[in-house]
């Protein structure tokens, strides 16, 4: 059964950063699922190539099978890991009830890393990271952060209430973020 720590905040809340680290110092493995659908839309032949590429465009979210499946491939691929970050994902009702269906039986959820920050500290971030990324531009940001608001931000409180989520404060500089983010993996891991 694979060790899962889903990873959730607004675009530019600090994942990506904050999962190196963690991949680094606490052997867990990072698996953003933006970055998975990234390398599956270049991928030569792929038949989802163009579905995705709408999907990243539009900033709407693309299906819960496609996103599963690149997720349970890149497990698999790492099984000798202490467990995966699951970085941006689920962003939704859908994205949860996929998972669940698909993977539920599969993975042991330790629990949600939720990294909060402010979305006007979120969206300038992106837009000054430099990454090349098509969708980080003002109109694809906003559409992004709509979608987190309407649709992220829900699954966020649906696992408040289960008692599973962390609470991280983002804004603040990423070594004090570290610090705390250690903090609640060595509270999880004492249970």
């Known amino acids: 059964m694979y060790k899962v720590v889903f990873v959730l905040g607004p675009p530019g809340s600090g994942k990506g950063t904050i999962c190196a680290q963690i991949q ?18 270049e991928r030569e032949g792929s038949q989802f190539g163009a579905l995705i590429e709408n999907h990243i465009r539009n900033g709407s ?5 496609i996103t599963c499946s690149l997720l349970e491939i890149a497990m698999i691929a790492r099984e000798d890991a202490n ?26 959820e330790q629990f949600v890393l939720f990294l909060s920050c402010p979305v006007d500290v979120c969206i300038d971030r992106c837009l000054h990271r430099g990454q090349g990324r ?37 804004e603040r500089p990423v070594n004090e973020v570290y610090a705390d983010v250690v903090k609640v993996f060595a509270a999880a891991n004492q249970q």
């Open 24 to 41: 680094e110092n606490l052997g867990y493995v990072h698996l953003s699922a933006g970055d998975l659908l990234r390398a599956e839309r």
């Open 61 to 65: 979210i693309v299906p819960v099978e």
């Open 83 to 108: 467990g995966f970050l699951i970085d941006g994902f689920p962003r939704n009702e859908d994205n949860l009830a996929g998972w669940k269906r698909q993977m539920g039986e599969k993975v042991n």
């Open 134 to 170: 098509t969708d980080d531009n003002v109109d694809s940001l906003k559409k992004r952060v709509d979608t987190y608001n309407q649709s992220t931000f829900p699954i966020i409180e649906h696992f408040e209430k289960l008692g599973m989520v962390r609470e991280v404060n983002s």
